[in-house]
């Protein structure tokens, strides 16, 4: 992809995180980080922008540096996730094998979610 594309990218990827700090549904995390990685191969300023945006920056950095999901986006992705699987079993109730595969990557998705810390871990240098 050219730089322009990771740009267009980048910027779509802003917007829908914007749209989402607003709407309960949408996740605004994920697209943040896809526009900062895509920033970075087009645009190191807007990167640089965005890493120290007030709002978006400090959640960026943490997962960048610690790879630290915060505890309120833990909380709207298994609230969206518990509905999704809620709504596919509602969907899907006669198509089992749909539904299981859907239900399997649910899951898949808290788990990768779970393993990643809220805060980041703290070096205890007082027990040296």
């Not at 986006?73 to 509602?90: D, E, R």
Request: hydrophobic content about 50%.
């Amino acid at each position: 992809m050219s730089r322009t594309g990771y740009f267009v990218l980048a910027w779509c990827c802003v917007g829908l995180g914007i749209i989402g700090a607003f709407l309960p549904v949408m996740p605004t995390t994920i697209f943040i980080i896809i526009a900062a990685w895509a920033f970075a191969k087009s645009s190191p300023e807007r990167e640089q922008w965005l890493l120290n945006h007030a709002r978006f920056g400090p959640a960026l950095r943490n997962w960048r540096e610690h790879r630290v999901i915060p505890l309120r986006a833990k909380c709207t992705a298994y609230s969206m996730i518990t509905l999704s699987g809620l709504f596919s079993m509602y969907m899907l109730n006669a198509k089992p094998y749909l539904l299981t595969l859907t239900l399997i990557c649910l899951t898949m998705v808290v788990i990768y979610i779970h393993r990643h810390p809220s805060v980041p871990r703290q070096l205890d240098n007082s027990s040296s």
